[in-house]
């Protein structure tokens, strides 16, 4: 039977002093159709395995060309995900260019609609590329999960709801999800939201877990701009 764990730490994994950091951690899988992290990795979970942006296959708000992202790992069922995004949001505008979020799946196999929630957004992308995704992505968070709701968001996006439901019944972008499960696992993220701040032009980064507050994240954005 998985452990369920809660994360209520201070500080962030950078070595920061201060600040409170709030998260779920991630338990063993044990379902099937839940990511599950590499049983023999090449290589120890370390931030310098952090896998570089690519606008073409990462989802990406804000300037593409920013030199700095938030990546973050994140679950659609995590409620500190939830909260955490206003601010992801609020760094973006704050920063004016300089900063990007980038999400990146971690379903938590704890969380019974994790899985099919981060297909969903992977279908709508599939259809309508990065506005699809952030679309489903604000509507999973804003209006909740459940296999009843996502055709409706579909419809409500404008998206062919046929399609979609094809997609999602197949279960046919459950292996990107993994691959970002595997990701995250090697660059050092066990828990949600797990975020790598990362600079895009020295490949510098930091890891700062957990739904921290604003100024926390300006810390060590600033440091490595």
Not at 62 to 82: T, V
Not at 95 to 105: A, E, L, P, Q, S
Request: aromatic residues 8%; contains cysteine; proline residues 6%.
């Amino acid at each position: 039977m998985g452990l369920i764990g809660i994360i209520v730490g201070y500080g962030v994994a950078t070595g920061m002093n201060s600040g409170s950091s709030f998260g779920e951690q991630a338990a063993a899988p044990t379902g099937q159709a839940q990511p599950s992290q590499p049983s023999q990795p090449s290589q120890p979970p370390s931030i310098d395995n952090v896998q570089p942006v690519d606008a073409k296959n990462d989802h990406i708000r804000g300037d593409a060309n920013a030199q700095i992202s938030i990546i973050e790992y994140s679950d659609f069922e995590c409620p500190y995900c939830k909260r955490h995004n206003p601010t992801l949001d609020q760094l973006v505008e704050q920063y004016d260019g300089d900063v990007n979020v980038v999400f990146r799946h971690f379903p938590l196999s704890f969380h019974p609609n994790a899985q099919k929630a981060a297909e969903a957004s992977e279908c709508a992308a599939k259809q309508d590329g990065n506005d699809g995704f952030w679309g489903m992505h604000d509507l999973l968070y804003g209006q909740g999960l459940g296999m009843d709701k996502y055709e409706g968001y579909a419809e409500e996006l404008g998206l062919d709801v046929a399609a979609f439901k094809s997609c999602l019944d197949s279960g046919e972008t459950a292996a990107a999800i993994k691959a970002d499960f595997d990701s995250g696992s090697q660059s050092g993220v066990n828990g949600t939201p797990g975020n790598i701040i990362y600079n895009n032009i020295t490949k510098e980064a930091k890891l700062v877990s957990g739904a921290q507050p604003a100024a926390n994240f300006s810390s060590v954005i600033d440091s490595l701009l």
